[in-house]
């Protein structure tokens, strides 16, 4: 008797707690309160659009993500009302839904010289650009990513900093290029691959290579079937010659002391190992990635020609070398300032033409900032000065922009910015709209037109350092997703950073 009377005296306790329960952990309100990943209350939903980029062309159609991952792609007259009728279902009409962009060549300079730009201010600056994925480079930061223990710094570093998902390069340098047990152990340690420069890379624990460490770490990375980026420079006489008067703020005074002699040297010698890297070859596996690439001749000739031979070979350029040309560029307007240079207008029309054909096969955008001060802006000494350009933010509407009058379409935007990148960095989740993959998306309006004045929010961490500022560009992102997470729409990002950190395995 006792017993029921309790029974009857619980019950509606139990009924309550568990209304209360399912208020507080199962309605879309109360997800946004614990999800502070994402600005979207939902892990299961739709996205439609009538212009959905997937490696079969151009679709009208939806998208279904469920737990990060893209579980169906479903075109408009297939796409039946019982699929939707539980889930949410965001339309973005008109806007374009593109595999997000995978940067594989910035510098965030994190840990040790965080004030050019850190992991917050630079994944923040990637999720407004559309970017879902970046490969830090291992130089810039200090210490240089260049053993497990340099990475595990940046692997602190990174935890919860960051509002994309990041992966890394280690470095290849004369300490471990020749000692084999070193790069393996770097390797193991999760790096995507490894980095290196053939002439001084302007930091002191990142010295250059020759191409016997070039030989020798190819042979390392076949084994683990990962990439080399190489800085293709490298130091010839200048056409500059010592002493003379030549005016440091103009810009062809520093373009003569980076000729295009220098990359075609670079790319020459690099060229006489990657035969190795063919089937059958002893290097077979690795892989060579030419990074920057500014010279459209010699340079282009003689990749070309490799890759016609079966290296395994491939190279990128930078939406700052199709934007810009040496002769637009002011006098003492360091912001320009990078290596190799920004040559003259009709090389760049022919790396454009390279950009079309595919021989050029992606971008990048080698994001390399520094503190205002060493920009040297009022000096203006481009002999000085530090070389790098500030852009992370802004690359799909510069490739966009500048890429219109050259026929460019959405999907070679994709393929140069997303398929390509994702296998060349080994990232084979990411890259594309199909299912199976992460859903790393970003919607954006490429005929959407903008000011890039002092009113619009920049979020790398000196604005005034880019030379992107002034310029008008169209194409705007909407919004971006990182596995599944919406980390920035409308301006706004997400409160917590839960980007994941991509390492080999
Ligand atoms: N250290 C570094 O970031 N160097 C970069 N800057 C640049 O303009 N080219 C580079 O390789
Ligand atoms: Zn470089
Ligand atoms: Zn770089």
């Not at 000739?301 to 002011?330: M, N, Q, R, W």
């Not at 950009?355 to 990048?364: P, Q, R, T, V, W």
């Not at 510069?398 to 379409?409: A, E």
Request: some cysteine.
């Amino acid at each position: 008797m006792e017993r029921t009377l309790l029974q009857w005296r619980l019950l509606p306790l139990l009924a309550l707690i568990a209304a209360l329960f399912s208020i507080f952990f199962a309605s879309p309100r109360s997800f946004q309160g614990i999800n502070r990943c994402s600005l979207l209350p939902h892990d299961h939903y739709w996205i439609s659009s009538k212009r959905i980029v997937t490696p079969d062309g151009l679709i009208s159609g939806s998208v279904e993500v469920n737990g990060g991952i893209i579980v169906s792609v479903v075109k408009e007259v297939d796409w039946h009302k019982s699929q939707r009728s539980r889930v949410k279902v965001i339309d973005y009409g008109e806007a374009v839904l593109m595999p997000g962009l995978i940067d594989v060549h910035a510098h965030l300079d994190d840990p040790g010289r965080s004030e050019w730009e850190g992991f917050p201010s630079g994944t923040k600056a990637a999720a407004a650009g559309g970017i879902t994925t970046l490969v830090d480079m291992p130089l810039n930061s200090c210490p240089s990513t260049v053993s497990p223990d340099t990475l595990k710094l940046k692997i602190e570093a990174a935890k919860n900093r960051i509002h994309v998902d990041v992966g890394f390069w280690g470095g290849l340098v004369p300490d471990n290029a020749l000692n084999s047990s070193a790069l393996e152990s770097l390797l193991d340690a999760g790096v995507l691959g490894l980095k290196s420069f053939m002439c001084p890379s302007g930091i002191n624990d990142f010295p250059m290579t020759n191409i016997t460490h070039i030989k020798e770490g190819l042979s390392v990375l076949a084994r683990y079937r990962r990439p080399l980026l190489v800085h293709a420079e490298i130091e010839k006489d200048s056409e500059i010659e010592e002493g003379s008067e030549s005016d440091p703020r103009s810009y062809l005074t520093y373009l003569k002391t980076r000729p295009t002699s220098w990359e075609e040297g670079a790319i020459q010698n690099l060229l006489s190992v990657t035969g190795n890297t063919r089937i059958g070859g002893s290097a077979e596996g690795a892989h060579v990635h030419i990074v920057h690439l500014s010279d459209a001749s010699s340079s282009l000739d003689l990749i070309k020609e490799a890759k016609g031979k079966g290296d395994s070979v491939t190279v990128e350029t930078c939406p700052h070398y199709l934007a810009f040309s040496a002769e637009e560029i002011p006098e003492g307007d360091t912001r320009f300032k990078c290596s190799p240079p920004i040559r003259d207008a009709a090389n760049r029309e022919k790396l454009w033409e390279a950009m079309m054909e595919g021989d050029i096969d992606m971008l990048s955008s080698d994001h390399s900032p520094t503190k205002p001060e060493l920009k040297l802006l009022s000096d203006g000494n481009f002999l000085k000065a530090w070389g790098g350009i500030s852009s992370l933010q802004f690359v799909l509407p510069v490739t966009w922009s500048y890429g219109k009058k050259h026929g460019v379409t959405l999907e070679q935007v994709a393929s140069w910015w997303s398929d390509r990148p994702s296998k060349l960095a080994g990232l084979h989740s990411k890259g594309a709209i199909t299912v199976g993959k992460h859903a790393d998306l970003v919607v954006w309006e490429p005929e959407a037109e903008f000011e890039l004045d002092e009113d619009h929010p920049i979020h790398f961490k000196h604005p005034s350092i880019s030379a992107y500022l002034g310029r008008r560009l169209s194409g705007k992102v909407v919004s971006t997703f990182v596995r599944g997470n919406l980390v920035f729409t409308e301006g706004k990002h997400a409160s917590d950073a839960c980007g994941s950190l991509q390492l080999a395995a």
